[in-house]
């Protein structure tokens, strides 16, 4: 209940941003530019693994907001409107490419979650790294469920409507998902 | 496996995050010198498609089809093709264009397309009315005129009301904001905004006597939408204005098999509309206050 009304509370303050955005307000899109980069830039560089290319594609998303906001009727929450716009962008910018490669981060640091002490930090490196791979290597369909379940939040419903298959399907791709990387990962992480 | 995965995080530089937000400011700034001028006229209304009018599109279709055309950018020599140029310059004379009409005039329906590619044309079709603040939506089905709904501002929101001839019912509903996802130039301003990210240049053809030339945009490219909804807008050469917008590729509910392409046609500009234009009229005699859904099943 509390986080329904939580969510109730974000989507209700988004509208808000979202009607100063649209009179042209620009704190407002500053405000809604840092609530959402960074989640949006972890979402775009897991489904990529192409930070510099991530970088544009969130770049590409918070254009297309400005521009289209006088016609944008949200639906949703704008969190999940725009996880779904960089996963739209992310899919193209996956198809046009001709091979999946691993970029070296130029402007991008990859940071650990907050909490980790410096040591920590050392000794997850080596299985972080094996993890990123390890995602990399996941088939996009199934890679895609798994960072907008993970990464986006977005629930099973939303994620089979974004892929236009049955919920029960996205469920599966998760699941399979997850035990692939269980698997690369030889047993390195308890389930 | 799943706290491990939110672990795997991306962060960019400070100084790469204010370069991306100059940028995004960059374009806000672009988008607002081309928003519609305060106090200034727009009229739009749709009209009714005609079987010429469609024998014609398919027409083009064929000449396109089995003539060739010339895409970008080996266009034809010997006359202006301003649409060679880059876009920046002409998308924003389009933009500039919309500006000073004060009416517009255009259809609007409904294709529904099969898995074959089929196409089937709803018998429902609007007119629609806009002006700067107020709309007025005319629903038919076939020649019938079945619904007049008029928008008209409130605060924030607007009341739209509503007299059902088919159903003998009338009323009135509270919207939040503005009625511009319906607004026909409000589309058009969003795909001329978005030609320099244009997919594909369709090339020329001639609509409803116009010579026009016509652009493929994406829907992903303004808004969170699936890479198979695309949309057409095809320009009068001489005039530089929309004359046909398509969506298409839009998923039909419940039918995973068939989608629907929205068209918006023969505009027409600076229509003349009466005053009254916006004004909800009162219904007929013997009609109830009702909504739809609340009247009784025959």
Redesign the interface.
Known sequence: MVERHAGGFAMLEDRRLL?RLRH?D?DA??LI?ERY??DL??LA??LLHD?AA??DV??DV???L???V????LRRTLRA??A??VA??A??HFRKRSRERLAPME???????DG?GPVQIVG?VE??NK??AA?AELPYEQREV??LR??AGLKFREIAA?Q?ISIKTALSRYQYG?DK??SRLNGE?P? | MESLLRKLRYQATAARRERTLEHIFNAMDESQEHAPATGRVQIGRMTMSTRTVRFALAAAVILVVLGGISFWPCGRSGKSQWWLAPSAAWGQEILAALDTDRAVTCREQTVFVGPDGSQHTSSTWDTFYVSKDSYRRDIYDGQVLREIQWYVPDGDGMIQHYVRYDLRCYGATRHQGRFAVNDPVAWMRVLAGQLDKADRLLGEAAIEGHDCVGFEIHANQYGSYPDTWIDHIWFDVQTKLPVRIEQMGRPVTGDATRTFTIVMDQFVYDAQLPADTFLPQPPPAGFINAHPDDLPRR
């Open positions: 009607w042209g620009k899109l500053r530019y980069e960074g830039l972890t560089a897991n930070p991530a970088e969130v770049q918070f254009i297309s400005v521009r289209t006088p016609v944008l009727h409107y725009l779904t716009a739209n962008r899919k193209d402007d991008a640091d990859q940071v650990a979650a980790d997850d299985l972080m993890l990123r995602v798994v960072i993970v990464h974004h236009n997850l990387l269980r992480v389930k």
